[in-house]
């Protein structure tokens, strides 16, 4: 893969303020911590539904991108941008949260269903493949007696608020691993990492 081609991370999410800490706005939170770490800064886009940051990350020339178009519908701000800046969706990480992992863990792949999760069933829709990598931020089971969309929707529990941070920053470092040395590394180096979750 040539280092001059480039790279988009995306992180789906829900827009507004009540979304903002909730399980299924991981991929919000990791990304928009990558940005503040390389000191991207963020622009919205109308062409691109979404908030756009461009720049530098570990020299690797980056778009990051927090979709507008809440998590359903992320395809449509993932198919834009790809389209715009003519990006190949190996070139795409997706970053989201993920039912069928711990609260703490990761997992980068470099392609796959959308395991149920709607916000990449719609990128998988709008790229018009499935062959793009995906990092997956866990979030656990809900509890018997609540549903998935409520799970999913409501902010973290105390035990987790404690180690959120460091999940956040597992995700970060395994993003910037993908963008220097590729998936397959980055597979290597953080899906045998157990989270503290």
Same mark, same amino acid.
């Given at each position: @893969? ?43 886009? +109308? ?12 020299? @690797? ?75 997956? @931020? ?32 597992? +995700? ?14 980055? @597979? ?10």
């Amino acid at each position: @893969m040539s280092e001059s081609l480039l790279r988009l991370v995306v992180g789906l999410g829900n827009p507004g303020k009540e979304y903002e800490h909730t399980r299924h706005n991981l991929g919000f939170l990791a990304v928009s911590r990558l940005a503040k770490e390389h000191g991207l800064k963020w622009a919205k886009s +109308a062409s691109c539904k979404g908030f756009v940051a461009e720049g530098e990350v570990d020299a @690797m020339e980056t778009v990051l991108l927090l979709p507008l178009t809440y998590v359903n519908n992320s395809g449509i701000a993932v198919g834009g941008i790809a389209h715009k800046k003519n990006i190949a969706p190996e070139n795409i990480l997706v970053i989201c949260d993920d039912l069928n992992l711990d609260f703490g863990d990761i997992r980068i792949r470099p392609e796959g269903s959308a395991g149920g999760h709607n916000g990449l069933s719609s990128v998988i829709e709008h790229l018009k493949t499935n062959k793009f990598p995906r990092l997956r @931020m866990g979030i656990g089971r809900p509890h018997a007696t609540g549903g998935t969309k409520d799970f999913v929707l409501s902010g973290f529990d105390k035990t987790e608020k404690a180690h959120l941070g460091a999940l956040i920053e597992e +995700a970060v470092l395994c993003s910037e691993e993908w963008l220097t040395e590729g998936t397959t590394k980055a @597979m290597s180096r953080f899906n045998k990492r157990k989270g503290n979750g």
